[in-house]
């Protein structure tokens, strides 16, 4: 068993980071002032707000899988996370 110390490796909207072992996808995002997961209908940001999955509002794409909540997904090596601004940027 890895020490909760230890570092992986993974990647949030096309760029390689490190990240601790046992931390979740939304906890890592503000680590990296990541502050937009997703937009709403209307075009309005999102982020985190209750932190437990009920407010849905940190969905993000992870390993192509679109709509998984990032507060109850802990990272993994070789994980591909995308936001909504990383989708924004490609709209550009």
Do not use: Y
Request: glycine fraction near 8%.
């Amino acid at each position: 068993m890895q020490d909760q110390k230890d570092s992986i490796r993974l990647w949030l909207n096309g760029s390689p980071i490190e990240a601790q072992t046992g931390i979740t996808v939304a906890a890592l995002l503000m680590q990296q002032d990541e502050w937009l997961t997703r937009c709403s209908v209307s075009g309005e940001s999102r982020f985190v707000l209750c932190g437990m999955g009920v407010c849905q509002e940190c969905r993000v794409t992870i390993n192509g899988q679109p709509q998984r909540l990032a507060c109850q997904t802990l990272c993994s090596p070789g994980m591909v996370i995308q936001t909504a601004s990383h989708h924004a940027m490609e709209a550009k």
